[in-house]
């Protein structure tokens, strides 16, 4: 366990940004990484995870700590359910295949999001229907300052839309070290609520789906949609879908009928900002080596050398272009940095 100084970060987020930490170490358990918080106690620390949910837009000047924890098993189980505990530093895509191929049920849904399994609960992470608080049991974290050990469970990491504690009061206070997931081994509950879904079960002739069956819809549909970061830099959708009051929405609806929406209560709705990215005349368009997908307008790349400060320019121009025709304000999902 080895701390490098002037360590580049380009390998360690998904868009390939060229950035650099003053220190880096990678930990690898749970008492390395007791370890190393103990003995640069006065150090300025970055908690670094997949790399899947940021924008690096300036050099780290801190010890950046690279979770790198591995390992996966059961911990209990009974006829219709069992909790499967995952180190931090497992990878969220290859989780979600092993938890499918034991025949449990209720990740299929989020097959091919990139990143690891430590930091799927400081977003929520989600996708076609399901969210990481439908299957969430508990995780264990470590205390930065004290490097004492605490159970979250499910009601008090908070959970929201894309938010949990983590993400709030107990921000940069905690380094996740493992979670667990209560999985279905009977009964799936088989989501197929999200229209994609259904028309490529239906392209493949699959009238009564498996776990399997919904995974490999997703990945067909993301890989479709979505650029593999290993190809092209990107961090996955960059902006959270807006949520917003039906009394708000129904006077911009007057002003552009065609516009999309869910009804996500009786008084809320949420629209698609990949559609109001669309409308706004950005899929597709590139600026300089920054630029929007041109399949899917939530999601911004990078061609090759572009600096996180560029692409964040986007998504502002973004933002403000949308807010100017809609109304409508979109958050950013990623961590600029």
Known sequence: MEIESNF???????????????QFVAVHSVTELKSVLENNKTQKKFILGGGSNMLLTKDIDALVIHIDLKGKKIIKENNDFVWVESQAG????????WTIDQNFGGLENMSLIPGNVGTTPVQNIGAYGTEIKDTFASCEAMTIESQ???????????????????????????????????????NHKINTSYGDISSELAKN????????????????????????????GNSGSFFKNPILLKSDFEKIQQQFPEIKYFDISKTEVKVPAGWL?????????????????????????????????????????????????????????????
């Open 90 to 97: 497992e990878s969220w895509h290859e989780f979600v295949l």
């Open 205 to 232: 002739n699959i009238t009564i789906p498996t776990l399997k069956d919904i995974s490999n819809a997703v990945i067909a549909i993301r890989q479709s949609k979505l650029p593999d970061p290993k190809e092209l």
């Open 148 to 186: 004492e050990m605490r159970t979250f469970t499910k009601e008090e990491c908070r959970f929201g839309y894309r938010e949990s504690i983590f993400k709030n009061e107990a921000k940069n206070q905690y380094v996740i070290t493992s979670v667990v997931f209560k999985l279905t081994k009977i």
């Open 8 to 22: 580049s970060l380009k390998k360690y987020n998904t868009f390939g940004i060229e950035a650099k930490a003053s």
């Open 277 to 337: 990215i669309e409308k706004a005349g950005f899929k597709g368009k590139r600026f300089g080596d920054a630029g929007i997908h041109k399949n899917q307008a939530l999601v911004l790349v990078n061609y090759g050398n572009a600096t996180g400060q560029e692409i964040l320019n986007v998504s502002k121009d973004i933002q403000e272009t949308i807010f100017k025709k809609f109304g409508i304000h979109i958050e950013g999902e990623v961590n600029v940095i």
